[in-house]
Protein backbone atom coordinates (compact mmCIF):
# COMPACT_ATOMS: atom_id res chain seq x y z
CA UNK A 1 0.00 0.00 0.00
CA UNK A 2 1.11 3.27 -0.25
CA UNK A 3 0.07 2.68 2.91
CA UNK A 4 2.50 0.29 5.41
CA UNK A 5 0.14 -2.64 6.42
CA UNK A 6 2.85 -3.49 8.76
CA UNK A 7 2.25 -5.26 11.95
CA UNK A 8 3.91 -1.84 13.60
CA UNK A 9 4.40 1.45 13.55
CA UNK A 10 0.75 2.21 11.88
CA UNK A 11 -1.94 0.23 14.18
CA UNK A 12 -3.72 2.30 15.65
CA UNK A 13 -7.39 1.33 17.21
CA UNK A 14 -8.83 4.53 18.24
CA UNK A 15 -11.09 6.13 15.45
CA UNK A 16 -10.71 9.65 16.94
CA UNK A 17 -9.19 12.21 16.21
CA UNK A 18 -8.51 10.99 12.45
CA UNK A 19 -4.48 9.94 12.70
CA UNK A 20 -3.71 10.17 8.92
CA UNK A 21 -0.86 7.81 8.04
CA UNK A 22 -2.29 5.55 10.40
CA UNK A 23 -4.41 2.52 10.06
CA UNK A 24 -7.27 1.32 12.51
CA UNK A 25 -9.96 -1.12 11.92
CA UNK A 26 -12.77 0.37 10.38
CA UNK A 27 -16.19 1.06 11.35
CA UNK A 28 -18.95 -0.98 9.94
CA UNK A 29 -21.90 0.82 11.96
CA UNK A 30 -20.67 4.39 10.24
CA UNK A 31 -19.82 2.42 6.72
CA UNK A 32 -23.54 1.22 6.90
CA UNK A 33 -24.67 5.21 6.94
CA UNK A 34 -23.54 5.26 3.18
CA UNK A 35 -25.84 7.26 0.78
CA UNK A 36 -27.05 3.89 -1.21
CA UNK A 37 -25.36 4.85 -5.23
CA UNK A 38 -26.58 2.43 -8.22
CA UNK A 39 -23.20 0.50 -9.22
CA UNK A 40 -22.07 2.37 -12.48
CA UNK A 41 -20.98 0.39 -15.62
CA UNK A 42 -21.30 -2.44 -13.88
CA UNK A 43 -20.63 -4.74 -16.88
CA UNK A 44 -16.98 -3.12 -16.52
CA UNK A 45 -14.62 -6.02 -16.12
CA UNK A 46 -12.34 -4.80 -13.22
CA UNK A 47 -9.02 -6.07 -12.43
CA UNK A 48 -7.90 -5.05 -8.79
CA UNK A 49 -4.39 -4.52 -8.66
CA UNK A 50 -3.53 -3.69 -4.89
CA UNK A 51 -5.08 -5.18 -2.01
CA UNK A 52 -4.11 -6.68 1.27
CA UNK A 53 -4.72 -9.79 3.24
CA UNK A 54 -3.74 -10.17 7.28
CA UNK A 55 -4.19 -11.20 10.86
CA UNK A 56 -2.93 -8.56 12.27
CA UNK A 57 -3.64 -8.38 16.46
CA UNK A 58 -7.24 -7.57 17.11
CA UNK A 59 -7.97 -7.31 13.28
CA UNK A 60 -8.16 -9.74 10.73
CA UNK A 61 -8.83 -9.14 6.78
CA UNK A 62 -8.44 -12.85 5.18
CA UNK A 63 -10.57 -14.04 1.91
CA UNK A 64 -13.88 -14.01 3.10
CA UNK A 65 -13.17 -10.59 4.41
CA UNK A 66 -12.20 -9.74 1.06
CA UNK A 67 -14.81 -11.15 -0.93
CA UNK A 68 -17.56 -9.54 1.44
CA UNK A 69 -16.18 -6.07 0.59
CA UNK A 70 -15.49 -7.02 -3.34
CA UNK A 71 -18.87 -8.87 -3.57
CA UNK A 72 -21.07 -5.48 -3.95
CA UNK A 73 -22.14 -4.92 -7.16
CA UNK A 74 -18.61 -4.27 -10.01
CA UNK A 75 -17.48 -6.78 -11.64
CA UNK A 76 -14.18 -7.80 -10.04
CA UNK A 77 -12.40 -10.42 -12.41
CA UNK A 78 -9.31 -10.93 -10.58
CA UNK A 79 -6.95 -9.39 -8.28
CA UNK A 80 -3.21 -8.56 -7.16
CA UNK A 81 -2.25 -8.95 -3.73
CA UNK A 82 0.08 -6.51 -2.30
CA UNK A 83 3.01 -7.42 0.34
CA UNK A 84 2.11 -6.76 3.92
CA UNK A 85 4.15 -8.57 6.03
CA UNK A 86 1.30 -11.27 6.41
CA UNK A 87 2.34 -14.88 7.37
CA UNK A 88 6.01 -14.15 7.44
CA UNK A 89 8.05 -17.54 8.21
CA UNK A 90 8.89 -17.76 12.08
CA UNK A 91 12.19 -19.36 11.23
CA UNK A 92 14.63 -19.82 9.54
CA UNK A 93 17.80 -16.90 7.86
CA UNK A 94 15.70 -13.35 8.11
CA UNK A 95 15.61 -12.29 4.54
CA UNK A 96 13.59 -15.75 4.17
CA UNK A 97 10.92 -15.35 6.18
CA UNK A 98 8.66 -13.10 3.61
CA UNK A 99 8.88 -16.37 1.32
CA UNK A 100 5.97 -16.76 3.69
CA UNK A 101 3.68 -14.28 2.32
CA UNK A 102 3.81 -15.47 -0.89
CA UNK A 103 3.10 -19.08 0.37
CA UNK A 104 0.22 -17.77 2.27
CA UNK A 105 -1.25 -16.13 -0.79
CA UNK A 106 -1.08 -19.13 -3.32
CA UNK A 107 -2.94 -21.03 -1.03
CA UNK A 108 -5.74 -18.25 -0.78
CA UNK A 109 -5.27 -18.16 -4.64
CA UNK A 110 -6.14 -21.89 -5.16
CA UNK A 111 -8.75 -22.00 -2.94
CA UNK A 112 -10.21 -19.11 -5.15
CA UNK A 113 -9.55 -21.02 -8.06
CA UNK A 114 -11.58 -23.74 -7.10
CA UNK A 115 -14.78 -21.64 -7.85
CA UNK A 116 -16.18 -22.38 -4.71
CA UNK A 117 -15.91 -18.67 -3.10
CA UNK A 118 -17.44 -17.07 -6.64
CA UNK A 119 -15.90 -16.34 -10.28
CA UNK A 120 -13.05 -13.47 -8.97
CA UNK A 121 -9.29 -15.14 -9.52
CA UNK A 122 -8.25 -13.03 -5.87
CA UNK A 123 -4.07 -13.21 -6.06
CA UNK A 124 -4.30 -14.36 -9.37
CA UNK A 125 -0.95 -12.14 -9.20
CA UNK A 126 1.04 -11.93 -6.30
CA UNK A 127 3.58 -9.05 -4.99
CA UNK A 128 5.74 -10.07 -2.68
CA UNK A 129 8.42 -8.38 -0.58
CA UNK A 130 12.38 -9.08 -0.67
CA UNK A 131 15.21 -6.73 0.84
CA UNK A 132 16.59 -5.65 -2.34
CA UNK A 133 19.49 -3.89 -0.16
CA UNK A 134 21.10 -7.41 0.27
CA UNK A 135 22.11 -6.94 -3.55
CA UNK A 136 23.50 -10.13 -5.39
CA UNK A 137 22.39 -12.18 -2.31
CA UNK A 138 18.30 -11.58 -2.80
CA UNK A 139 18.79 -13.77 -5.60
CA UNK A 140 18.04 -16.88 -3.40
CA UNK A 141 15.40 -15.04 -1.92
CA UNK A 142 13.68 -14.49 -5.26
CA UNK A 143 14.25 -17.68 -6.56
CA UNK A 144 12.53 -19.28 -3.44
CA UNK A 145 9.82 -16.91 -3.96
CA UNK A 146 9.36 -18.24 -7.77
CA UNK A 147 9.43 -21.67 -6.65
CA UNK A 148 6.44 -20.75 -3.84
CA UNK A 149 3.68 -19.92 -6.34
CA UNK A 150 3.37 -19.65 -9.98
CA UNK A 151 1.38 -16.68 -8.83
CA UNK A 152 4.67 -14.33 -7.76
CA UNK A 153 5.00 -11.87 -9.98
CA UNK A 154 7.78 -9.19 -8.37
CA UNK A 155 8.21 -7.32 -5.32
CA UNK A 156 7.66 -3.93 -3.18
CA UNK A 157 10.00 -2.06 -1.24
CA UNK A 158 8.84 0.51 0.26
CA UNK A 159 11.26 3.47 0.12
CA UNK A 160 8.73 5.77 0.92
CA UNK A 161 10.27 8.13 3.92
CA UNK A 162 9.88 11.65 5.64
CA UNK A 163 11.92 13.36 7.68
CA UNK A 164 8.52 14.50 9.82
CA UNK A 165 8.08 11.79 12.51
CA UNK A 166 4.21 12.18 11.65
CA UNK A 167 4.08 10.54 8.31
CA UNK A 168 4.29 7.16 9.67
CA UNK A 169 7.47 5.86 6.95
CA UNK A 170 7.87 2.47 5.53
CA UNK A 171 8.56 -0.27 7.63
CA UNK A 172 12.27 -1.05 5.52
CA UNK A 173 12.76 2.95 4.58
CA UNK A 174 15.58 3.80 7.21
CA UNK A 175 16.49 7.05 5.71
CA UNK A 176 16.52 8.51 1.97
CA UNK A 177 18.06 7.77 -1.00
CA UNK A 178 17.49 3.99 -0.53
CA UNK A 179 16.95 3.61 -4.16
CA UNK A 180 20.48 5.42 -5.23
CA UNK A 181 22.35 2.89 -2.97
CA UNK A 182 24.56 0.20 -4.17
CA UNK A 183 23.26 -2.77 -2.69
CA UNK A 184 19.62 -1.64 -3.94
CA UNK A 185 20.72 -1.52 -7.15
CA UNK A 186 21.88 -4.89 -7.62
CA UNK A 187 18.98 -5.91 -6.11
CA UNK A 188 16.81 -4.29 -8.84
CA UNK A 189 19.19 -5.98 -11.36
CA UNK A 190 18.47 -9.65 -10.30
CA UNK A 191 14.98 -8.95 -10.03
CA UNK A 192 14.57 -7.76 -13.57
CA UNK A 193 17.11 -10.10 -14.83
CA UNK A 194 14.42 -13.39 -13.42
CA UNK A 195 11.69 -10.96 -15.28
CA UNK A 196 9.79 -9.42 -12.31
CA UNK A 197 8.07 -6.30 -11.46
CA UNK A 198 9.39 -4.12 -9.17
CA UNK A 199 6.27 -1.94 -7.13
CA UNK A 200 7.34 1.19 -6.08
CA UNK A 201 6.12 2.78 -2.66
CA UNK A 202 7.14 6.25 -2.11
CA UNK A 203 6.34 9.88 -1.33
CA UNK A 204 5.08 12.80 -3.40
CA UNK A 205 8.92 14.42 -3.20
CA UNK A 206 10.61 10.80 -3.66
CA UNK A 207 9.08 10.89 -7.18
CA UNK A 208 12.47 11.96 -9.11
CA UNK A 209 14.13 8.71 -7.16
CA UNK A 210 12.04 6.33 -9.11
CA UNK A 211 12.43 8.32 -12.55
CA UNK A 212 16.34 7.76 -11.63
CA UNK A 213 15.63 3.99 -11.44
CA UNK A 214 13.73 3.88 -14.59
CA UNK A 215 16.26 5.46 -16.73
CA UNK A 216 18.99 3.37 -15.07
CA UNK A 217 16.96 0.25 -15.83
CA UNK A 218 14.73 0.47 -18.70
CA UNK A 219 14.63 -3.08 -18.94
CA UNK A 220 12.93 -3.16 -15.40
CA UNK A 221 9.13 -3.36 -14.71
CA UNK A 222 8.48 -0.74 -12.57
CA UNK A 223 4.88 0.05 -11.18
CA UNK A 224 4.34 2.75 -9.13
CA UNK A 225 2.24 2.34 -6.30
CA UNK A 226 -0.34 5.01 -5.30
CA UNK A 227 0.15 8.06 -7.97
CA UNK A 228 3.25 9.00 -6.40
CA UNK A 229 1.96 9.07 -2.18
CA UNK A 230 0.49 12.61 -2.25
CA UNK A 231 1.07 13.59 1.28
CA UNK A 232 -1.52 16.38 2.93
CA UNK A 233 -0.91 15.68 6.73
CA UNK A 234 2.28 16.62 9.29
CA UNK A 235 4.91 19.43 7.48
CA UNK A 236 2.66 19.01 4.03
CA UNK A 237 -0.88 20.29 6.13
CA UNK A 238 -1.40 23.18 4.20
CA UNK A 239 0.14 23.28 1.46
CA UNK A 240 -1.71 21.42 -1.42
CA UNK A 241 -1.10 23.55 -4.07
CA UNK A 242 2.72 23.83 -3.41
CA UNK A 243 2.41 20.11 -3.36
CA UNK A 244 0.56 19.83 -6.81
CA UNK A 245 2.74 22.09 -8.24
CA UNK A 246 5.91 19.92 -7.43
CA UNK A 247 4.31 16.76 -8.12
CA UNK A 248 2.80 17.39 -11.83
CA UNK A 249 6.02 17.97 -13.19
CA UNK A 250 7.78 15.33 -11.74
CA UNK A 251 5.26 12.61 -12.68
CA UNK A 252 5.68 14.13 -16.32
CA UNK A 253 9.32 13.12 -16.17
CA UNK A 254 8.34 9.99 -14.84
CA UNK A 255 6.00 9.59 -17.37
CA UNK A 256 8.41 10.04 -20.02
CA UNK A 257 10.23 6.47 -19.27
CA UNK A 258 7.72 4.03 -21.04
CA UNK A 259 8.78 1.55 -18.59
CA UNK A 260 6.88 2.35 -15.62
CA UNK A 261 3.19 2.42 -14.78
CA UNK A 262 1.00 3.93 -12.38
CA UNK A 263 -1.77 2.27 -9.87
CA UNK A 264 -4.76 4.81 -9.90
CA UNK A 265 -5.75 5.07 -6.07
CA UNK A 266 -4.66 4.86 -2.80
CA UNK A 267 -4.51 8.07 -1.81
CA UNK A 268 -6.95 7.84 1.45
CA UNK A 269 -4.87 8.17 4.77
CA UNK A 270 -2.00 9.99 2.86
CA UNK A 271 -3.62 12.96 0.70
CA UNK A 272 -5.70 13.92 4.01
CA UNK A 273 -8.31 15.61 1.51
CA UNK A 274 -10.74 13.98 3.40
CA UNK A 275 -11.39 14.42 7.22
CA UNK A 276 -13.12 10.78 6.91
CA UNK A 277 -12.97 10.32 11.10
CA UNK A 278 -14.71 13.50 11.41
CA UNK A 279 -17.13 12.99 8.80
CA UNK A 280 -21.37 11.99 10.33
CA UNK A 281 -21.36 9.22 7.37
CA UNK A 282 -18.80 7.86 4.11
CA UNK A 283 -18.05 10.21 1.68
CA UNK A 284 -20.12 9.61 -1.86
CA UNK A 285 -18.51 8.38 -4.63
CA UNK A 286 -18.67 12.17 -6.41
CA UNK A 287 -17.38 13.09 -3.62
CA UNK A 288 -14.28 11.34 -3.68
CA UNK A 289 -14.13 11.82 -7.43
CA UNK A 290 -13.78 15.30 -7.13
CA UNK A 291 -11.19 14.79 -4.03
CA UNK A 292 -8.91 12.73 -6.55
CA UNK A 293 -9.39 14.15 -9.64
CA UNK A 294 -6.38 16.00 -9.86
CA UNK A 295 -3.85 13.69 -9.16
CA UNK A 296 -6.09 10.42 -11.16
CA UNK A 297 -6.80 12.29 -13.81
CA UNK A 298 -3.41 13.56 -14.49
CA UNK A 299 -2.32 10.19 -14.22
CA UNK A 300 -3.93 9.07 -16.50
CA UNK A 301 -3.64 11.93 -18.90
CA UNK A 302 0.33 11.52 -18.65
CA UNK A 303 0.92 7.98 -19.05
CA UNK A 304 -2.15 7.18 -20.66
CA UNK A 305 -4.85 4.21 -20.13
CA UNK A 306 -2.43 1.71 -21.15
CA UNK A 307 0.18 2.24 -18.34
CA UNK A 308 -2.34 2.98 -15.78
CA UNK A 309 -4.59 0.76 -13.52
CA UNK A 310 -6.80 0.59 -11.09
CA UNK A 311 -6.40 -0.54 -7.37
CA UNK A 312 -8.44 -0.56 -4.07
CA UNK A 313 -5.93 -0.42 -1.69
CA UNK A 314 -8.23 -2.37 0.41
CA UNK A 315 -8.78 -2.81 3.37
CA UNK A 316 -6.90 0.97 4.12
CA UNK A 317 -9.10 2.71 2.20
CA UNK A 318 -12.38 0.98 4.03
CA UNK A 319 -11.35 3.54 6.75
CA UNK A 320 -12.71 5.72 4.95
CA UNK A 321 -15.39 4.55 2.23
CA UNK A 322 -17.44 1.41 0.97
CA UNK A 323 -15.70 -1.05 -2.03
CA UNK A 324 -18.52 0.08 -4.19
CA UNK A 325 -18.27 3.29 -3.67
CA UNK A 326 -14.80 3.56 -3.71
CA UNK A 327 -15.11 2.17 -7.41
CA UNK A 328 -18.05 4.09 -8.46
CA UNK A 329 -15.56 7.37 -7.72
CA UNK A 330 -12.78 5.42 -10.07
CA UNK A 331 -15.22 5.05 -13.03
CA UNK A 332 -16.48 8.84 -12.76
CA UNK A 333 -12.92 9.71 -12.73
CA UNK A 334 -12.91 7.25 -15.79
CA UNK A 335 -16.02 8.88 -17.25
CA UNK A 336 -14.27 11.32 -19.85
CA UNK A 337 -12.24 7.73 -21.35
CA UNK A 338 -12.94 5.61 -24.51
CA UNK A 339 -13.61 2.06 -23.98
CA UNK A 340 -11.23 0.88 -25.36
CA UNK A 341 -9.38 3.32 -22.44
CA UNK A 342 -11.78 1.43 -19.61
CA UNK A 343 -10.43 -1.47 -20.79
CA UNK A 344 -7.30 -0.96 -20.25
CA UNK A 345 -7.61 1.54 -17.23
CA UNK A 346 -9.71 -1.46 -15.29
CA UNK A 347 -8.64 -4.59 -16.57
CA UNK A 348 -6.25 -4.62 -19.17
CA UNK A 349 -3.05 -2.66 -18.51
CA UNK A 350 -3.32 -4.95 -15.37
CA UNK A 351 -2.83 -8.04 -17.22
CA UNK A 352 -0.10 -7.42 -19.39
CA UNK A 353 1.88 -5.83 -16.91
CA UNK A 354 1.54 -8.55 -13.78
CA UNK A 355 1.35 -11.64 -16.77
CA UNK A 356 -2.23 -12.40 -15.56
CA UNK A 357 -4.09 -15.46 -16.93
CA UNK A 358 -7.74 -14.15 -16.63
CA UNK A 359 -10.63 -15.59 -18.66
Known amino acids: MANDTSLGGLFAGNRKPTQFGRIFKPDPAWLAKAEPEPILDPELAVVDTHHHLWDMPGYRYLLDDFLA ?26 EMKPVGEVEFCAGIGAMSDSGIYGPARVCAGIVGHADLTLGDRVEAVLEAEIAASGRFRGIRYGA ?7 IGNSH ?4 PGVHRSAGFREGLKRLTRLGLSFDAWIFHHQVGEVTELARAFPDANIVLCHMGGVLGYGRWAGRK ?3 YAAWKPAMAELARCPNVSVKVGGLMMRLAAIDYLNLPR ?18 IELFGADRCMVESNFPVEKMGIGYA ?3 NALKRIAAGASADEKKALFSGTARRVYRLAID
Not at 77 to 88: D, S, W
Not at 160 to 166: C, H, I, L, T
Open 282 to 299: PPTSQELADAWRPYAGTC
Open 172 to 175: VAKG
Open 69 to 94: DANTGHRIVGTVFNECRAMYRARGPE
Open 325 to 327: GLF
Open 160 to 166: AWDDDPV
Open 241 to 243: DEV
